[in-house]
């Protein structure tokens, strides 16, 4: 599990924030950028892959195979 932090610019936060949306970006110090740019192209590699469970569970399969 990642947990990353971003500082935005806005008075209160809801489920409709458009994390796709440069604006986002306005004001956002450098660290924040770089936190919350991960979050987009992970979202961003999601919907260009057709099957995302299959996707997800390549990646399960991987991760457990560079741990062992």
């Known amino acids: 599990m990642d ?4 500082k935005v610019d806005v008075e209160t936060l809801d489920d409709n924030l458009d994390l796709e949306s440069n604006n986002i970006l306005i004001n956002m110090d450098e660290t924040s950028c770089k936190s919350i740019n991960g ?3 992970a979202d961003r ?3 260009a ?6 996707f997800r569970q ?6 457990l195979w560079a741990k062992n």
């Open 3 to 6: 947990i990353c932090f971003a």
């Open 58 to 63: 390549t990646l399960r399969i991987i991760k």
């Open 49 to 54: 892959v057709p099957d995302q469970e299959k």
């Open 39 to 41: 979050r987009r192209v």
């Open 45 to 47: 590699i999601l919907k």
